[in-house]
């Protein structure tokens, strides 16, 4: 290393003294909650996907394949939420082709989780008001509010134009996604597509494995009950324990100004998003891992897409930002330094020789 140029540092958790946070006093409902304003198309939308996974329980309907499907299902559909609503499209944490953004924009639509534009809206909302007020969805109303309450009630925070407008904007300047927007059946028609290639799937798994009508009958709907509708209903939970659990149980890394936490379940679940109170400290990071352990499974999907040539802009932890910055700021200090003319003392003058030109 070179005299003049600084340590790298190593990530130092301020933890071990930020625990136990103090309590907390209760807030209102959002300012912008209009509790007289039902949003009844969520509502029963949570209701009979709930109601309809129940059929997960009919014993006819258990197939080990449509298990592993639904296993497969959370991790793959799930990065819809987590790489590509989350780290890609809110926080621009890296980059993708657009071609790669679509495919993966169009695999978080198969999760029933609202369009780009209005869950971009929500989480960068949630951002500049963690825990205050005007969170959308904070612990401290009631964690059944920070875990789905919230949806219920409309919100012109999140769900209006003046929100587009100021949290949005560069979303809905791509047009497909501002089509998801103005042609309200595209994306449940796009989930409803996944759900019949899913079952098809199933099907055929079927009809190799039994042989009959049968078979490929109870292929088809195990996989329609288990890979479709309970696999949405358990990537809503997980994605909704992000705004629950992790705002109320967990350690802190960080003393941010908020009750974000780090919660190893969610971290598991989530691939990577449960380590919440260190992306709430470095929101820009394509990684939330701040520790060897905290292993953050979505940032290495990202480091496959990089080395594949896939991603691009990847945004380093924080602490390597300031190291690199640093580093940057030394060796153009050395550069101008090198720039200057240099004395010679008048012994060493003396010595140079200057060469004939040939
Ligand atoms: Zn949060
Ligand atoms: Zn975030």
């Known amino acids: 290393m070179k005299p003049n140029s600084p340590p790298i540092p190593s990530f130092d ?52 394949y449509a298990v592993l499907f639904f ?29 790669l953004e679509h495919f993966w924009t169009v695999i978080a639509l ?19 008001h963690s825990d205050e007020t005007d969170d959308p969805h904070s612990p401290l109303v009631t964690l059944w509010w920070s875990h789905f309450q919230w949806m219920t009630l409309h919100n012109r925070d999140t769900h209006s134009i003046e929100a587009f407008q100021k949290y949005s904007k560069d979303i809905l300047c791509d047009p497909f996604y501002m089509k998801l927007e103005k042609k309200k059946w595209i994306s449940p028609a796009i989930y409803l597509a996944h759900a019949a290639v899913v079952v098809a799937l199933g099907a055929t798994l079927g009809w190799f494995t039994g042989h009959s009508f049968t078979a490929t009958l109870q292929g088809g709907l195990s996989f329609l009950v288990w890979g479709v509708i309970l696999r949405t209903v358990a990537v809503w939970h997980i994605t909704w324990s992000v705004n629950s659990l992790t705002h109320t149980f967990g350690y802190r890394n960080h003393a941010n100004d908020d009750r974000s936490r780090n919660n190893w379940l969610v971290a598991i679940l989530a691939s990577g998003e449960g380590w919440h109170n260190n992306h709430h400290h470095d929101q820009a990071s394509a990684s939330n891992q701040h520790r060897w352990w905290e292993f953050d499974l979505t940032y290495y999907h990202i480091i496959l897409l990089k080395w594949m040539g896939l991603a691009t802009q990847v945004i380093a932890p924080k602490h390597i930002r300031r190291a690199a910055s640093a580093k940057a700021r030394a060796a153009a200090a050395t550069t101008m330094t090198k720039g200057t003319i240099p004395m010679v003392p008048e012994a060493a003058a003396s010595s140079i020789v200057i060469q004939q030109p040939d």
């Open 110 to 128: 198969c999760c029933m989780e609202d369009t780009p534009g209005k869950w971009v809206t929500t989480h960068r909302h949630h951002h500049n």
């Open 13 to 64: 958790p301020e933890a071990i003294a930020l625990d136990p946070l103090p309590q907390a006093a209760r807030l209102p409902l959002p300012n912008a909650v209009n509790p007289n304003r039902f949003q009844s198309v969520y509502f029963y939308a949570l209701v009979t996907m709930h109601l309809l996974a129940l059929a997960t329980l009919i014993p006819w309907l258990f197939n080990w």
């Open 71 to 99: 296993a497969f299902g959370i991790y793959f559909f799930g990065q819809g939420i987590n790489l590509c609503y989350h780290r890609v499209l809110t926080h621009r944490s890296v980059k993708f082709p657009l071609w």
